[in-house]
């Protein structure tokens, strides 16, 4: 379990404290954790920080950060070391997701009134999540089937990062038995110390979970888990909604270029200022302005939608290239800072070759069928 205090954290000092332990820990360490991967200590600093629930209200000892912060927040972790934040950012979205849907069922006078919910929104609990396999739906999915007092979710989650170090997983699965049509019913699963184990007593439940040979992101302890059998108590569903608007909302997510986009950019670009080569450093000079071009008008946009509200245009389109643009930038620049440090910028004990992989995985993470499809016609172009 994560212990923390549950003193609410001003978002200034969230942010110098994250930002100094990013630079004195998880930098340094960034080739180590890919090798090894994220070890159990780096989780409890960050929820000694306060990063575990820095999206919950001050309330729960949360630091309520709003979207720029959060930003900021995900680009520094990014920066310091790609593989805690990937294990990171499974967890941290779940906790604003769950503190919208309390906020929610307050308003609706039906409370969310779980121990576990505010144990998450004090950063007590570090989650995993299994989200994504909703895009593949009906080929292949995490099928959810109600009970008489809760639901049953069977399935493969093709990718769960942090593995081993999470205690609860967020799964969405896919209740295609109503008339009125396919619901996502997203709920949370004891995973922690062999717990899946017969849960629920249904004969057969339990886990499996295989490990992925990913040649990026190695140290994200990401494997392929497949639920049999587990029950998911009603206390422990957080929200069910139409497919439709669950898919509306992740096509529109996905065409964003993102904060760790940009947190990983602005690494190589460093070292690539930091380099003996007066070239690499001309590199940095020319694109670090193209680099903020893209950040700025990513992240407007995105505002912009955001505050116009779910019924306004989505501008998919201008966000996907602005995506597409911003996985462009990371080639160059990864590549350059290859080149510059020559044949050694491919051992293992060289920050070129991690940050290199680092971008291959950005290309494909979060990948829906628009998004695929504008990177390669932008190749192709």
Not at 240 to 264: C, E, I, K, N, Y
Not at 312 to 335: F, I, N, W, Y
Not at 341 to 353: E, F, P, S
Request: glycine content about 10%.
């Amino acid at each position: 379990m994560t212990t923390v205090d549950d003193a609410p954290r001003p978002a200034k000092s969230l942010l110098e404290e994250v930002g100094a332990y990013a630079a004195t820990d998880l930098r340094p360490r960034a080739l180590e954790t890919d090798r090894l991967g994220v070890a159990d200590r780096t989780v409890r600093d960050l929820g000694a920080l306060g990063a575990l629930n820095h999206l919950a209200p001050t309330a729960y000892g949360g630091a309520d950060l709003d979207r720029a912060d959060d930003r900021r927040l995900h680009e520094i972790i990014a920066g310091a070391c790609f593989n805690t934040w990937l294990v990171w950012a499974q967890h941290g979205p779940q906790v604003g997701r769950i503190r919208q849907a309390v906020e929610d069922a307050e308003r609706t006078l039906d409370p969310l009134e779980s121990d576990l919910v505010d144990r998450i929104l004090r950063g007590r609990v570090f989650l995993g999540a299994a989200l994504s396999d909703v895009r593949r739906y009906p080929d292949r999915y995490v099928a959810a089937r109600r009970t008489s007092d809760g639901w049953i979710f069977d399935g493969t989650i093709s990718w769960v990062s942090g593995w081993g170090l999470n205690e609860w997983l967020g799964v969405a699965g896919v209740d295609d038995s109503d008339a009125a049509g396919p619901r996502v019913v997203y709920g949370l699963i004891p995973v922690g110390a062999g717990t899946l184990a017969g849960v629920g007593g249904v004969v057969g439940a339990g886990v499996d979970a295989e490990p992925l040979r990913l040649s990026a992101a190695t140290g994200s302890r990401t494997e392929r888990v497949t639920l049999r059998g587990i029950v998911v108590p009603e206390r422990h569903v957080i929200a069910v909604q139409d497919l439709d608007s669950w898919r509306a909302a992740d096509v529109a997510a996905a065409a964003d270029a993102r904060p760790h986009h940009f947190g990983l950019a602005a690494t190589v670009l460093d070292e690539l200022r930091a380099s003996s080569h007066p070239s690499a450093r001309r590199v940095a000079d020319a694109w670090a302005p193209r680099v903020a071009r893209i950040r700025e008008q990513a992240y407007a946009i995105t505002d912009e939608v955001t505050t116009a509200g779910p019924g306004a245009p989505q501008r998919v389109d201008e966000r996907l290239a602005l995506k597409v643009a911003a996985g462009e930038a990371l080639a160059t620049l990864t590549r350059a800072l290859l080149v510059a440090r020559a044949g050694h910028g491919l051992t293992d004990d060289d920050t070129a070759q991690l940050h290199a992989r680092s971008a291959l995985f950005v290309l494909v993470q979060g990948q829906t069928a628009a998004v695929r499809e504008a990177q390669l016609n932008a190749l192709a172009d």
